[in-house]
Structure formats: C-alpha cells, structure tokens
C-alpha cells in the first residue's frame, strides 16, 4: 500500500499542502528550515491513519477553526476532518463508503507502520512476535 496523494489544510503548522507522490520511486524526501512544517506533514499522515489514540488534543492550526487531512492510497481515499467538536472520519473505495473506515485503516496501518524505538522498548517475545508478522514468516510448524 502506498500514499499516492497527500493533502493537509491547517494542520499543526501547515497552512496548506498538496503533494503527489511519484509510484515509480520508494522515497519522498520532506526538508525544509526548523519551524517550517516538516513534522507537521508527517503527523497528517498518522493522524489520519492512526486512529483516535493518534490524536492530539490540539490538531487544527492556531487561530483556524477547523483542519483537513486527505489521503490517497489507490485503493482507499482517507478523508478526517477537525473542528473543536472532535474529527470525523471517511475511507471511501472506488467512490463507495466504507462502513467501518477506522477498522480497515487499522489493518492497514499495521502493515505499514513499525516504531523502531517503540520495538528496543518491548519484551523480547514481544519482539518476536512482532518480527514474525512483519515478516509474514510462519513458523507455527517449528515452534
């Protein structure tokens, strides 16, 4: 799975953006001066595939009244919107709703995320569960 397109309005310290990614390569490089909205950028990303536990108490930017987040995965369309009354979320595929969008980003977003320090943090069994489904390795034959 893989972010096709990216737009954030008044997110954190973005005021807008509007990035399509190029499938043919593996990496997006996000630079720019300290203050500029990097960390910003990446935290649309998770905010909108995280799922409540990934919010933060204050998401839409100082002195705006409400925030988007669109993402384009190919298959899914992401939409989550804030106000100061919560966010609403909207996976759609192929222009059709998806009845329960945090249940499917949260089998997704598993696939794709991996918290490197979260991992040196857990117990070793832990690990390697964590290793194993990753890896999609079955060794139930084995153990």
Do not use: C, W
């Amino acid at each position: 799975m893989r972010i096709v397109q990216i737009e954030a309005e008044n997110v954190k310290r973005l005021r807008a953006v509007n990035v399509r990614i190029d499938p043919a390569t593996n990496m997006l490089v996000v630079g720019g001066d300290n203050g500029q909205g990097k960390t910003s950028f990446l935290d649309a990303i998770m905010y909108a595939l995280g799922g409540k536990g990934a919010l933060p108490s204050e998401p839409v930017r100082h002195g705006q009244k409400r925030a988007v987040i669109k993402l384009d995965l190919g298959q899914y369309q992401v939409e989550r919107r804030f106000t100061a009354g919560g966010s609403t979320l909207t996976v759609s595929a192929n222009g059709a709703e998806i009845g329960s969008p945090q249940g499917i980003l949260d089998r997704l977003y598993a696939k794709l995320a991996f918290d490197p320090l979260a991992f040196t943090l857990m117990k070793p069994v832990d690990q390697l569960d964590t290793l194993r489904k990753l890896s999609g390795v079955d060794v139930s034959e084995i153990d």
